[in-house]
């Protein structure tokens, strides 16, 4: 039977209820023209033009503002999006996948009592879907009963059959439900599709509160806009009442995906803000039935997964096979009761619009209760009369896989011509069972800010609930939501990815509320703590390529501006640097054409821009941004807004043929950029604890300096020029060793002063010496490797690093400097060459002792991350 669409509520207009008796305010000139233009059923304005009762107080604060003042503080919130790095991502798209999170200015609010009656019809849906998993992963009365047809949940790839009589931690299935809820034209509240498996957006919800709140101030404190606090601090008291041990303190992480998932960032930002730790599948282990966190200090038992992974990937030995983002054995340690996993495994099957007609059936059976908050009209093809019906009436249809699996569209079958609609009628007829139809919604608008001025655009509406442990089967609904609205171009498919934006949903009270915060208040006791050895492998991999890009793009940055400075001095000065640019970059020089001029700005240019070359500054400037997105969870906001601006400055690759196309602009680009990773520098010296994680960054900052340092003298010193002052002046500049250099020996310039200083000089932090005594200090350092001898591979890389430190040190630098009768410097060619050789090597065994199977692990999932969330 198809769902019956029921009013949830009245529509809110002047006169509903007691606090709407008072006349309404005289519109201000935005809200009469926006009214003017209202649909059927618009949040804002009625029929009559007049404004409903909950956005009273918001128009009256909004007459005031004015367009102008909203207008200038937008502009500071999109600033503020930008620099908090808010984003999704967009897979397949020429432009990058990473997207700037779409954000209005408009809220949308939601009256008291409206948002009362909502919310016990999302409850009551919460508790059927929960009571409904534990039937079908149970007893299966309803398939007995023929409520719910077998081939829907039997047939059902997300009916996982080893999780079949698993009771999970407490009992109960499903902690965090969400529903996207549809206001049509009548007025009535119904729910457009349900999300069981691990639902998100609440992250992002929570976001748009915070950059919201700030734009309208005044206006959010007089709406008396309730808090979404409470809301979370409820789902840590969730995840933590499920743990099976440890019940005072318990581990709880965040599984992620990774990276290259679409909601990344929320995941990130929820981790940060929850207190939990962001985890991949790689950095968790199964050992005698329980799960470990892996890190550097040894294995931590994990009592508690919120999961942002599908079902089936969650673990490769019992679910799926080929899955590299899950934990192998994850589903034993649950059967055997020892780690909890919220939403519990396999609640996918019920996330699919096919149950929506048989959900009132299926409440009267299991809960004893008609449905209160039903679907929008719905219809499972499986049935011969429903197929003849959806068919009779296919021009209003939307259809939808009756079993969806990774990224799915809804067809609407008014955009389609004749010949697309027969083929869509062929598949149905062909296949009834594998889809689903719905009956077109004709959506409520609400007022959105677009090109100076209110604008109607469609409404969407995404609600969280929560369980409640103290109430049984209860579950809370966050007093807010993720509101979504249609684009200018979007008929009909509401989506973030094909340009719609979203809005903060305020549901306003008739007095004060709660001024909760999860921020510990002033004066509590704290348990102290100096830790830091729960350090991830993964994520010390990250940290240390971090160091590692970022120093490579500053030494690149300084290489290039000398280059672009050089270029009037001659040939022989710029060829060098640019030789050295390119052994930087990893380049090989082009073939050049016999008698043609060479371009060498714009050798120098390609090098800088060029985004789709590996090796070139703008690549490494966007290694440094997706390395440093892969642990957003571990950088501090300051550091997170250095690396969002260094990806500003060469994202556009068209930037190189357009603004940026003399010296000069050249020059006050690269100016900027350093300036940048000089601020990065400083916030990794100032701002981070000196934990693993410090010190794996910064062994790849030291090792990528003395990697850097040793290419660029190869490529300028191992042979003796005509013009060698030029180029002994460039090398001690773009090594930012100028000024004690001029300090040590006036204005004369020799080989091998420019030699010891860059080379042996140990008090210059830029010289090879330097970097090589601060990786050794750093490697005896390093956490003892479980199941290994102390002497063994720590010790190993010791002695590397310390013998080069020696072979420096011992050293003859005039020797390095002697020519021979070819211009050509030996001793300093076979030293290069020696360090060209030995640095890497350091770094092979340092990466294959900690942070091998890390990289493994990446490289693994990097194929799934993108379908592997719901």
Not at 194 to 216: C, F, H, K, M, W
Not at 231 to 240: D, G, K, P, S, T
Not at 522 to 532: N, Y
Not at 697 to 726: K, Y
């Amino acid at each position: 039977m198809p769902g019956t669409t029921l009013r949830a509520s009245a529509p809110p207009d002047a006169t509903s209820t007691a606090s709407a008796a008072a006349p309404a305010p005289p519109p201000t000139a935005s809200l009469r023209a926006y009214a003017a233009r209202a649909t059927p059923f618009d949040e804002l304005a009625d029929e009559h033009g007049a404004v409903r009762a909950p956005w009273h107080a918001f128009a009256a604060r909004f007459d005031a503002l004015g367009p102008g003042e909203l207008a200038r503080r937008w502009a500071e919130a999109r600033h503020l999006i930008h620099d908090n790095g808010v984003s999704f991502n967009v897979y397949g798209d020429a432009k990058g996948m990473e997207r700037p999170w779409p954000l209005g200015p408009m809220p949308v609010i939601v009256g008291p009592d409206e948002f009362a009656t909502v919310s016990k019809g999302l409850a009551q849906r919460a508790r059927l879907y929960d009571a409904l998993l534990a039937d079908i992963y149970g007893p299966q009365r309803l398939l007995d009963e023929g409520v719910l047809p077998a081939e829907l949940v039997l047939g059902h790839p997300g009916f996982l059959r080893p999780c079949r009589g698993v009771t999970p931690s407490g009992g109960r299935f499903l902690h965090l439900y969400a529903a996207d809820l549809a206001r049509q034209s009548s007025g009535a509240w119904n729910v457009l599709v349900d999300r069981t498996q691990a639902p998100s957006g609440a992250g992002y919800a929570l976001e748009n509160r915070i950059i919201v709140s700030r734009l309208l101030p005044d206006e959010f404190r007089e709406c008396h806009v309730e808090r979404l606090a409470p809301y979370f601090q409820q789902v840590r008291r969730a995840l933590a009442a499920l743990a099976p041990h440890a019940k005072d303190n318990p581990r709880v992480v965040l599984l992620s995906p990774g990276p290259y998932n679409a909601t990344y960032f929320e995941q990130s930002f929820l981790a940060q803000y929850l207190g939990y730790m962001l985890v991949e599948g790689a950095d968790l282990t199964v050992r005698d039935g329980c799960v470990y966190l892996k890190t550097l200090g040894g294995l931590h038992r994990v009592d508690v997964i919120l999961r942002r992974l599908n079902d089936d990937y969650c673990d490769p030995l019992e679910l799926r096979a080929d899955s590299a983002l899950g934990v192998p054995g994850l589903l034993q340690a649950v059967r055997d009761g020892n780690v909890a996993v919220a939403n519990a495994l396999g609640s996918g099957v019920v996330q699919t619009a096919a149950l929506m007609p048989f959900l009132p059936g299926a409440c009267r059976a299991l809960l004893d209760e008609e449905l209160a908050l039903p679907a929008v009209e719905t219809w499972w093809c499986g049935e011969p009369r429903v197929l003849a019906h959806v068919l009779a009436t296919l021009s209003d249809m939307v259809i939808k896989p009756a079993f969806p699996t990774g990224r799915t569209e809804p067809v609407f079958c008014d955009e389609l011509d004749a010949a697309a609609l027969a083929e869509l009628r062929a598949k149905l007829q062909a296949l009834p069972s594998a889809y689903v139809a719905q009956r077109r919604a004709t959506l409520s608008t609400t007022p959105t800010w677009d090109e100076g001025g209110l604008q109607p655009r469609r409404l969407l509406l995404r609600s969280f609930l929560v369980a409640d442990p103290a109430d049984g089967a209860g579950y809370r609904v966050m007093p807010g939501g993720l509101g979504v609205v249609a684009g200018r171009d979007q008929r009909h498919d509401i989506s973030i990815q094909r340009g719609a934006a979203s809005l903060d949903t305020w549901v306003v009270a008739d007095g004060p509320v709660s001024t909760l915060s999860l921020l510990r208040p002033a004066g509590a006791p704290v348990e102290l703590s100096r830790g830091g050895g729960d350090l991830p492998s993964r994520v010390a991999d990250n940290l240390y390529w971090l160091g590692r890009y970022a120093e490579r793009a500053d030494a690149m940055a300084r290489l290039a501006r000398t280059a672009v400075a050089r270029l009037p001095d001659g040939a022989e000065p710029a060829d060098s640097l640019v030789a050295a640019l390119r052994a930087q970059a990893r380049i090989a020089a082009p073939v050049e054409e016999e008698g043609a001029a060479r371009d060498r700005f714009g050798e120098i240019g390609a090098l800088i821009f060029d985004g789709e070359t590996q090796g070139t500054l703008a690549d490494t400037l966007r290694s440094v941004y997706r390395v440093a997105r892969a642990i957003r969870d571990r950088l501090s906001s300051d550091t997170w807004r250095v690396i969002t601006a260094l990806d500003q400055e060469l994202r556009d690759a068209e930037t190189w043929s357009g603004a940026v196309s003399t010296t000069g602009a050249v020059s006050a680009l690269l100016d900027r950029t350093v300036a940048l990773l000089a601020g990065l520098s400083g916030l990794v010296m100032d701002s981070m604890s000196r934990g693993h994680g410090w010190r794996f960054l910064d062994m790849g900052r030291r090792l990528e300096r003395a990697v850097s340092l040793t290419l660029t003298i190869a490529a300028t010193l191992t042979s003796a020029q005509p013009s060698e002052t030029l180029v002994l002046e460039s090398l001690l500049e773009a090594a930012d060793s100028t000024i004690t250099y001029r300090r040590r020996y006036l204005a004369s310039l020799h080989a091998a002063a420019v030699l010891d200083l860059l080379l042996t000089d140990p008090t210059n932090p830029r010289s090879v010496v330097f970097q090589l005594g601060a990786l050794l200090e750093h490697v005896v350092k390093l956490p003892h490797l479980p199941g290994r001898a102390r002497d063994g591979i720590e010790s190993a890389i010791a002695q590397g690093a310390d013998t080069l430190l020696s072979r420096l040190e011992e050293v003859s630098v005039q020797r390095l400097a002697d020519v021979d009768a070819d211009a050509r410097r030996p001793a300093l060619v076979a030293m290069m060459t020696e360090l060209e050789r030995e640095l890497p090597a350091l770094s092979d065994a340092l990466t294959e002792s900690y942070l091998n199977h890390a990289t493994q692990a990446r490289q693994l999932a990097r194929l799934q991350w993108r379908e592997a969330a719901p």
